[in-house]
């Protein structure tokens, strides 16, 4: 039986959750733990308008989040969404958490009249490619990531 959760959007006095999805994506990404940030950093990155943070809820456990930034165009005045990150807790997984995660992002995107969501990962990340596919993602195969270390 599925867990109930709720979806949540993180704003600046929610820094126990950020701190708690901090955390989970360190657990989730097999990344070594690092020092959390801090809180008043935190603060200020939960209160900028561009920065998104969403977290499932249970009883104020955090069973999973995203985040995503949102990105004003040069050539037009838009902004697209780039989801950062995702993940659910183990014991959370193929129960919609993820899947509300990113409806609830769809939701902020069009309430702030953004039409385009875009996300990267890695070919051989199968849950994510499926994740993506069954919420409505569509691969484009003609463009590659790259990235820099600077």
Aim: proline content about 7%; some cysteine; hydrophobic content about 45%.
């Amino acid at each position: 039986m599925p867990m109930p959760f709720s979806i949540h959007q993180l704003g600046p006095a929610d820094l126990q959750y950020a701190q708690e999805l901090i955390a989970l994506f360190q657990t989730a990404f097999e990344e070594d733990a690092a020092p959390l940030p801090p809180a008043n950093y935190l603060h200020t990155l939960l209160a900028r308008p561009d920065f998104h943070a969403f977290v499932a809820l249970n009883q104020n456990q955090v069973l999973g989040g995203v985040t995503a930034y949102e990105l004003p165009m040069f050539q037009r005045p838009v902004s697209e969404m780039f989801l950062y990150d995702i993940a659910v807790a183990e014991p959370q997984r193929a129960r919609g958490v993820a899947a509300a995660l990113i409806e609830a992002l769809k939701a902020l995107c069009r309430q702030r009249g953004i039409e385009s969501l875009f996300v990267g990962t890695e070919t051989d990340n199968v849950p994510a490619l499926r994740l993506y596919k069954a919420t409505g993602g569509v691969a484009d195969e003609h463009i590659a990531w790259f990235n820099y270390s600077v």
